[in-house]
């Protein structure tokens, strides 16, 4: 009964909300902070998938901008004086650990140590 109530839930749970309860459970294997739960001054460590990435040229320090998302939240990873870094892109995986701050009014992350994941 409990496999078809998961292959019920699979075929009817919207792709966003299969993707999130993915990454919940690589949360839970890897033992990371929840970026949901995360909060300013305190050291985390995250896993998730980058939704966005974006160039934030601002007067002469360029600012590379990645939202990662982990299914109960997200958290910035900002990259200051990074226009470009190979494999972070939308949709990689990412795990990240680094001091929590605030940028532009959101957690983040700034300068991240990081691992690339896969897709």
């Known amino acids: 009964m409990a496999n078809r109530l998961s292959l019920r839930h699979r075929l009817t749970a919207s792709p966003e909300r299969l993707d999130a309860e993915e990454l919940e459970d ?8 929840r970026c949901g739960a995360l909060h300013r001054g305190e050291v ?3 896993t998730g998938r980058l ?3 974006v160039l934030t040229p601002s007067g002469n320090v360029p600012t590379l901008e ?3 998302f982990d299914g109960s939240g997200a958290v910035q990873l900002v ?6 870094i190979p494999g972070i892109e939308p949709g ?12 532009d009014g959101h957690l983040a ?9 896969g897709a």
């Open 79 to 84: 990259w200051l004086g990074q226009r470009r």
């Open 51 to 53: 939704r966005s990435v």
């Open 92 to 103: 990689k995986r990412v795990h990240a650990r680094g001091r929590v701050g605030v940028h």
């Open 26 to 33: 690589r949360v839970d294997k890897l033992s990371c902070d």
């Open 109 to 117: 992350i700034y300068n991240p140590w990081y691992e690339l994941c």
């Open 44 to 46: 985390a460590e995250v």
């Open 66 to 68: 990645a939202e990662l």
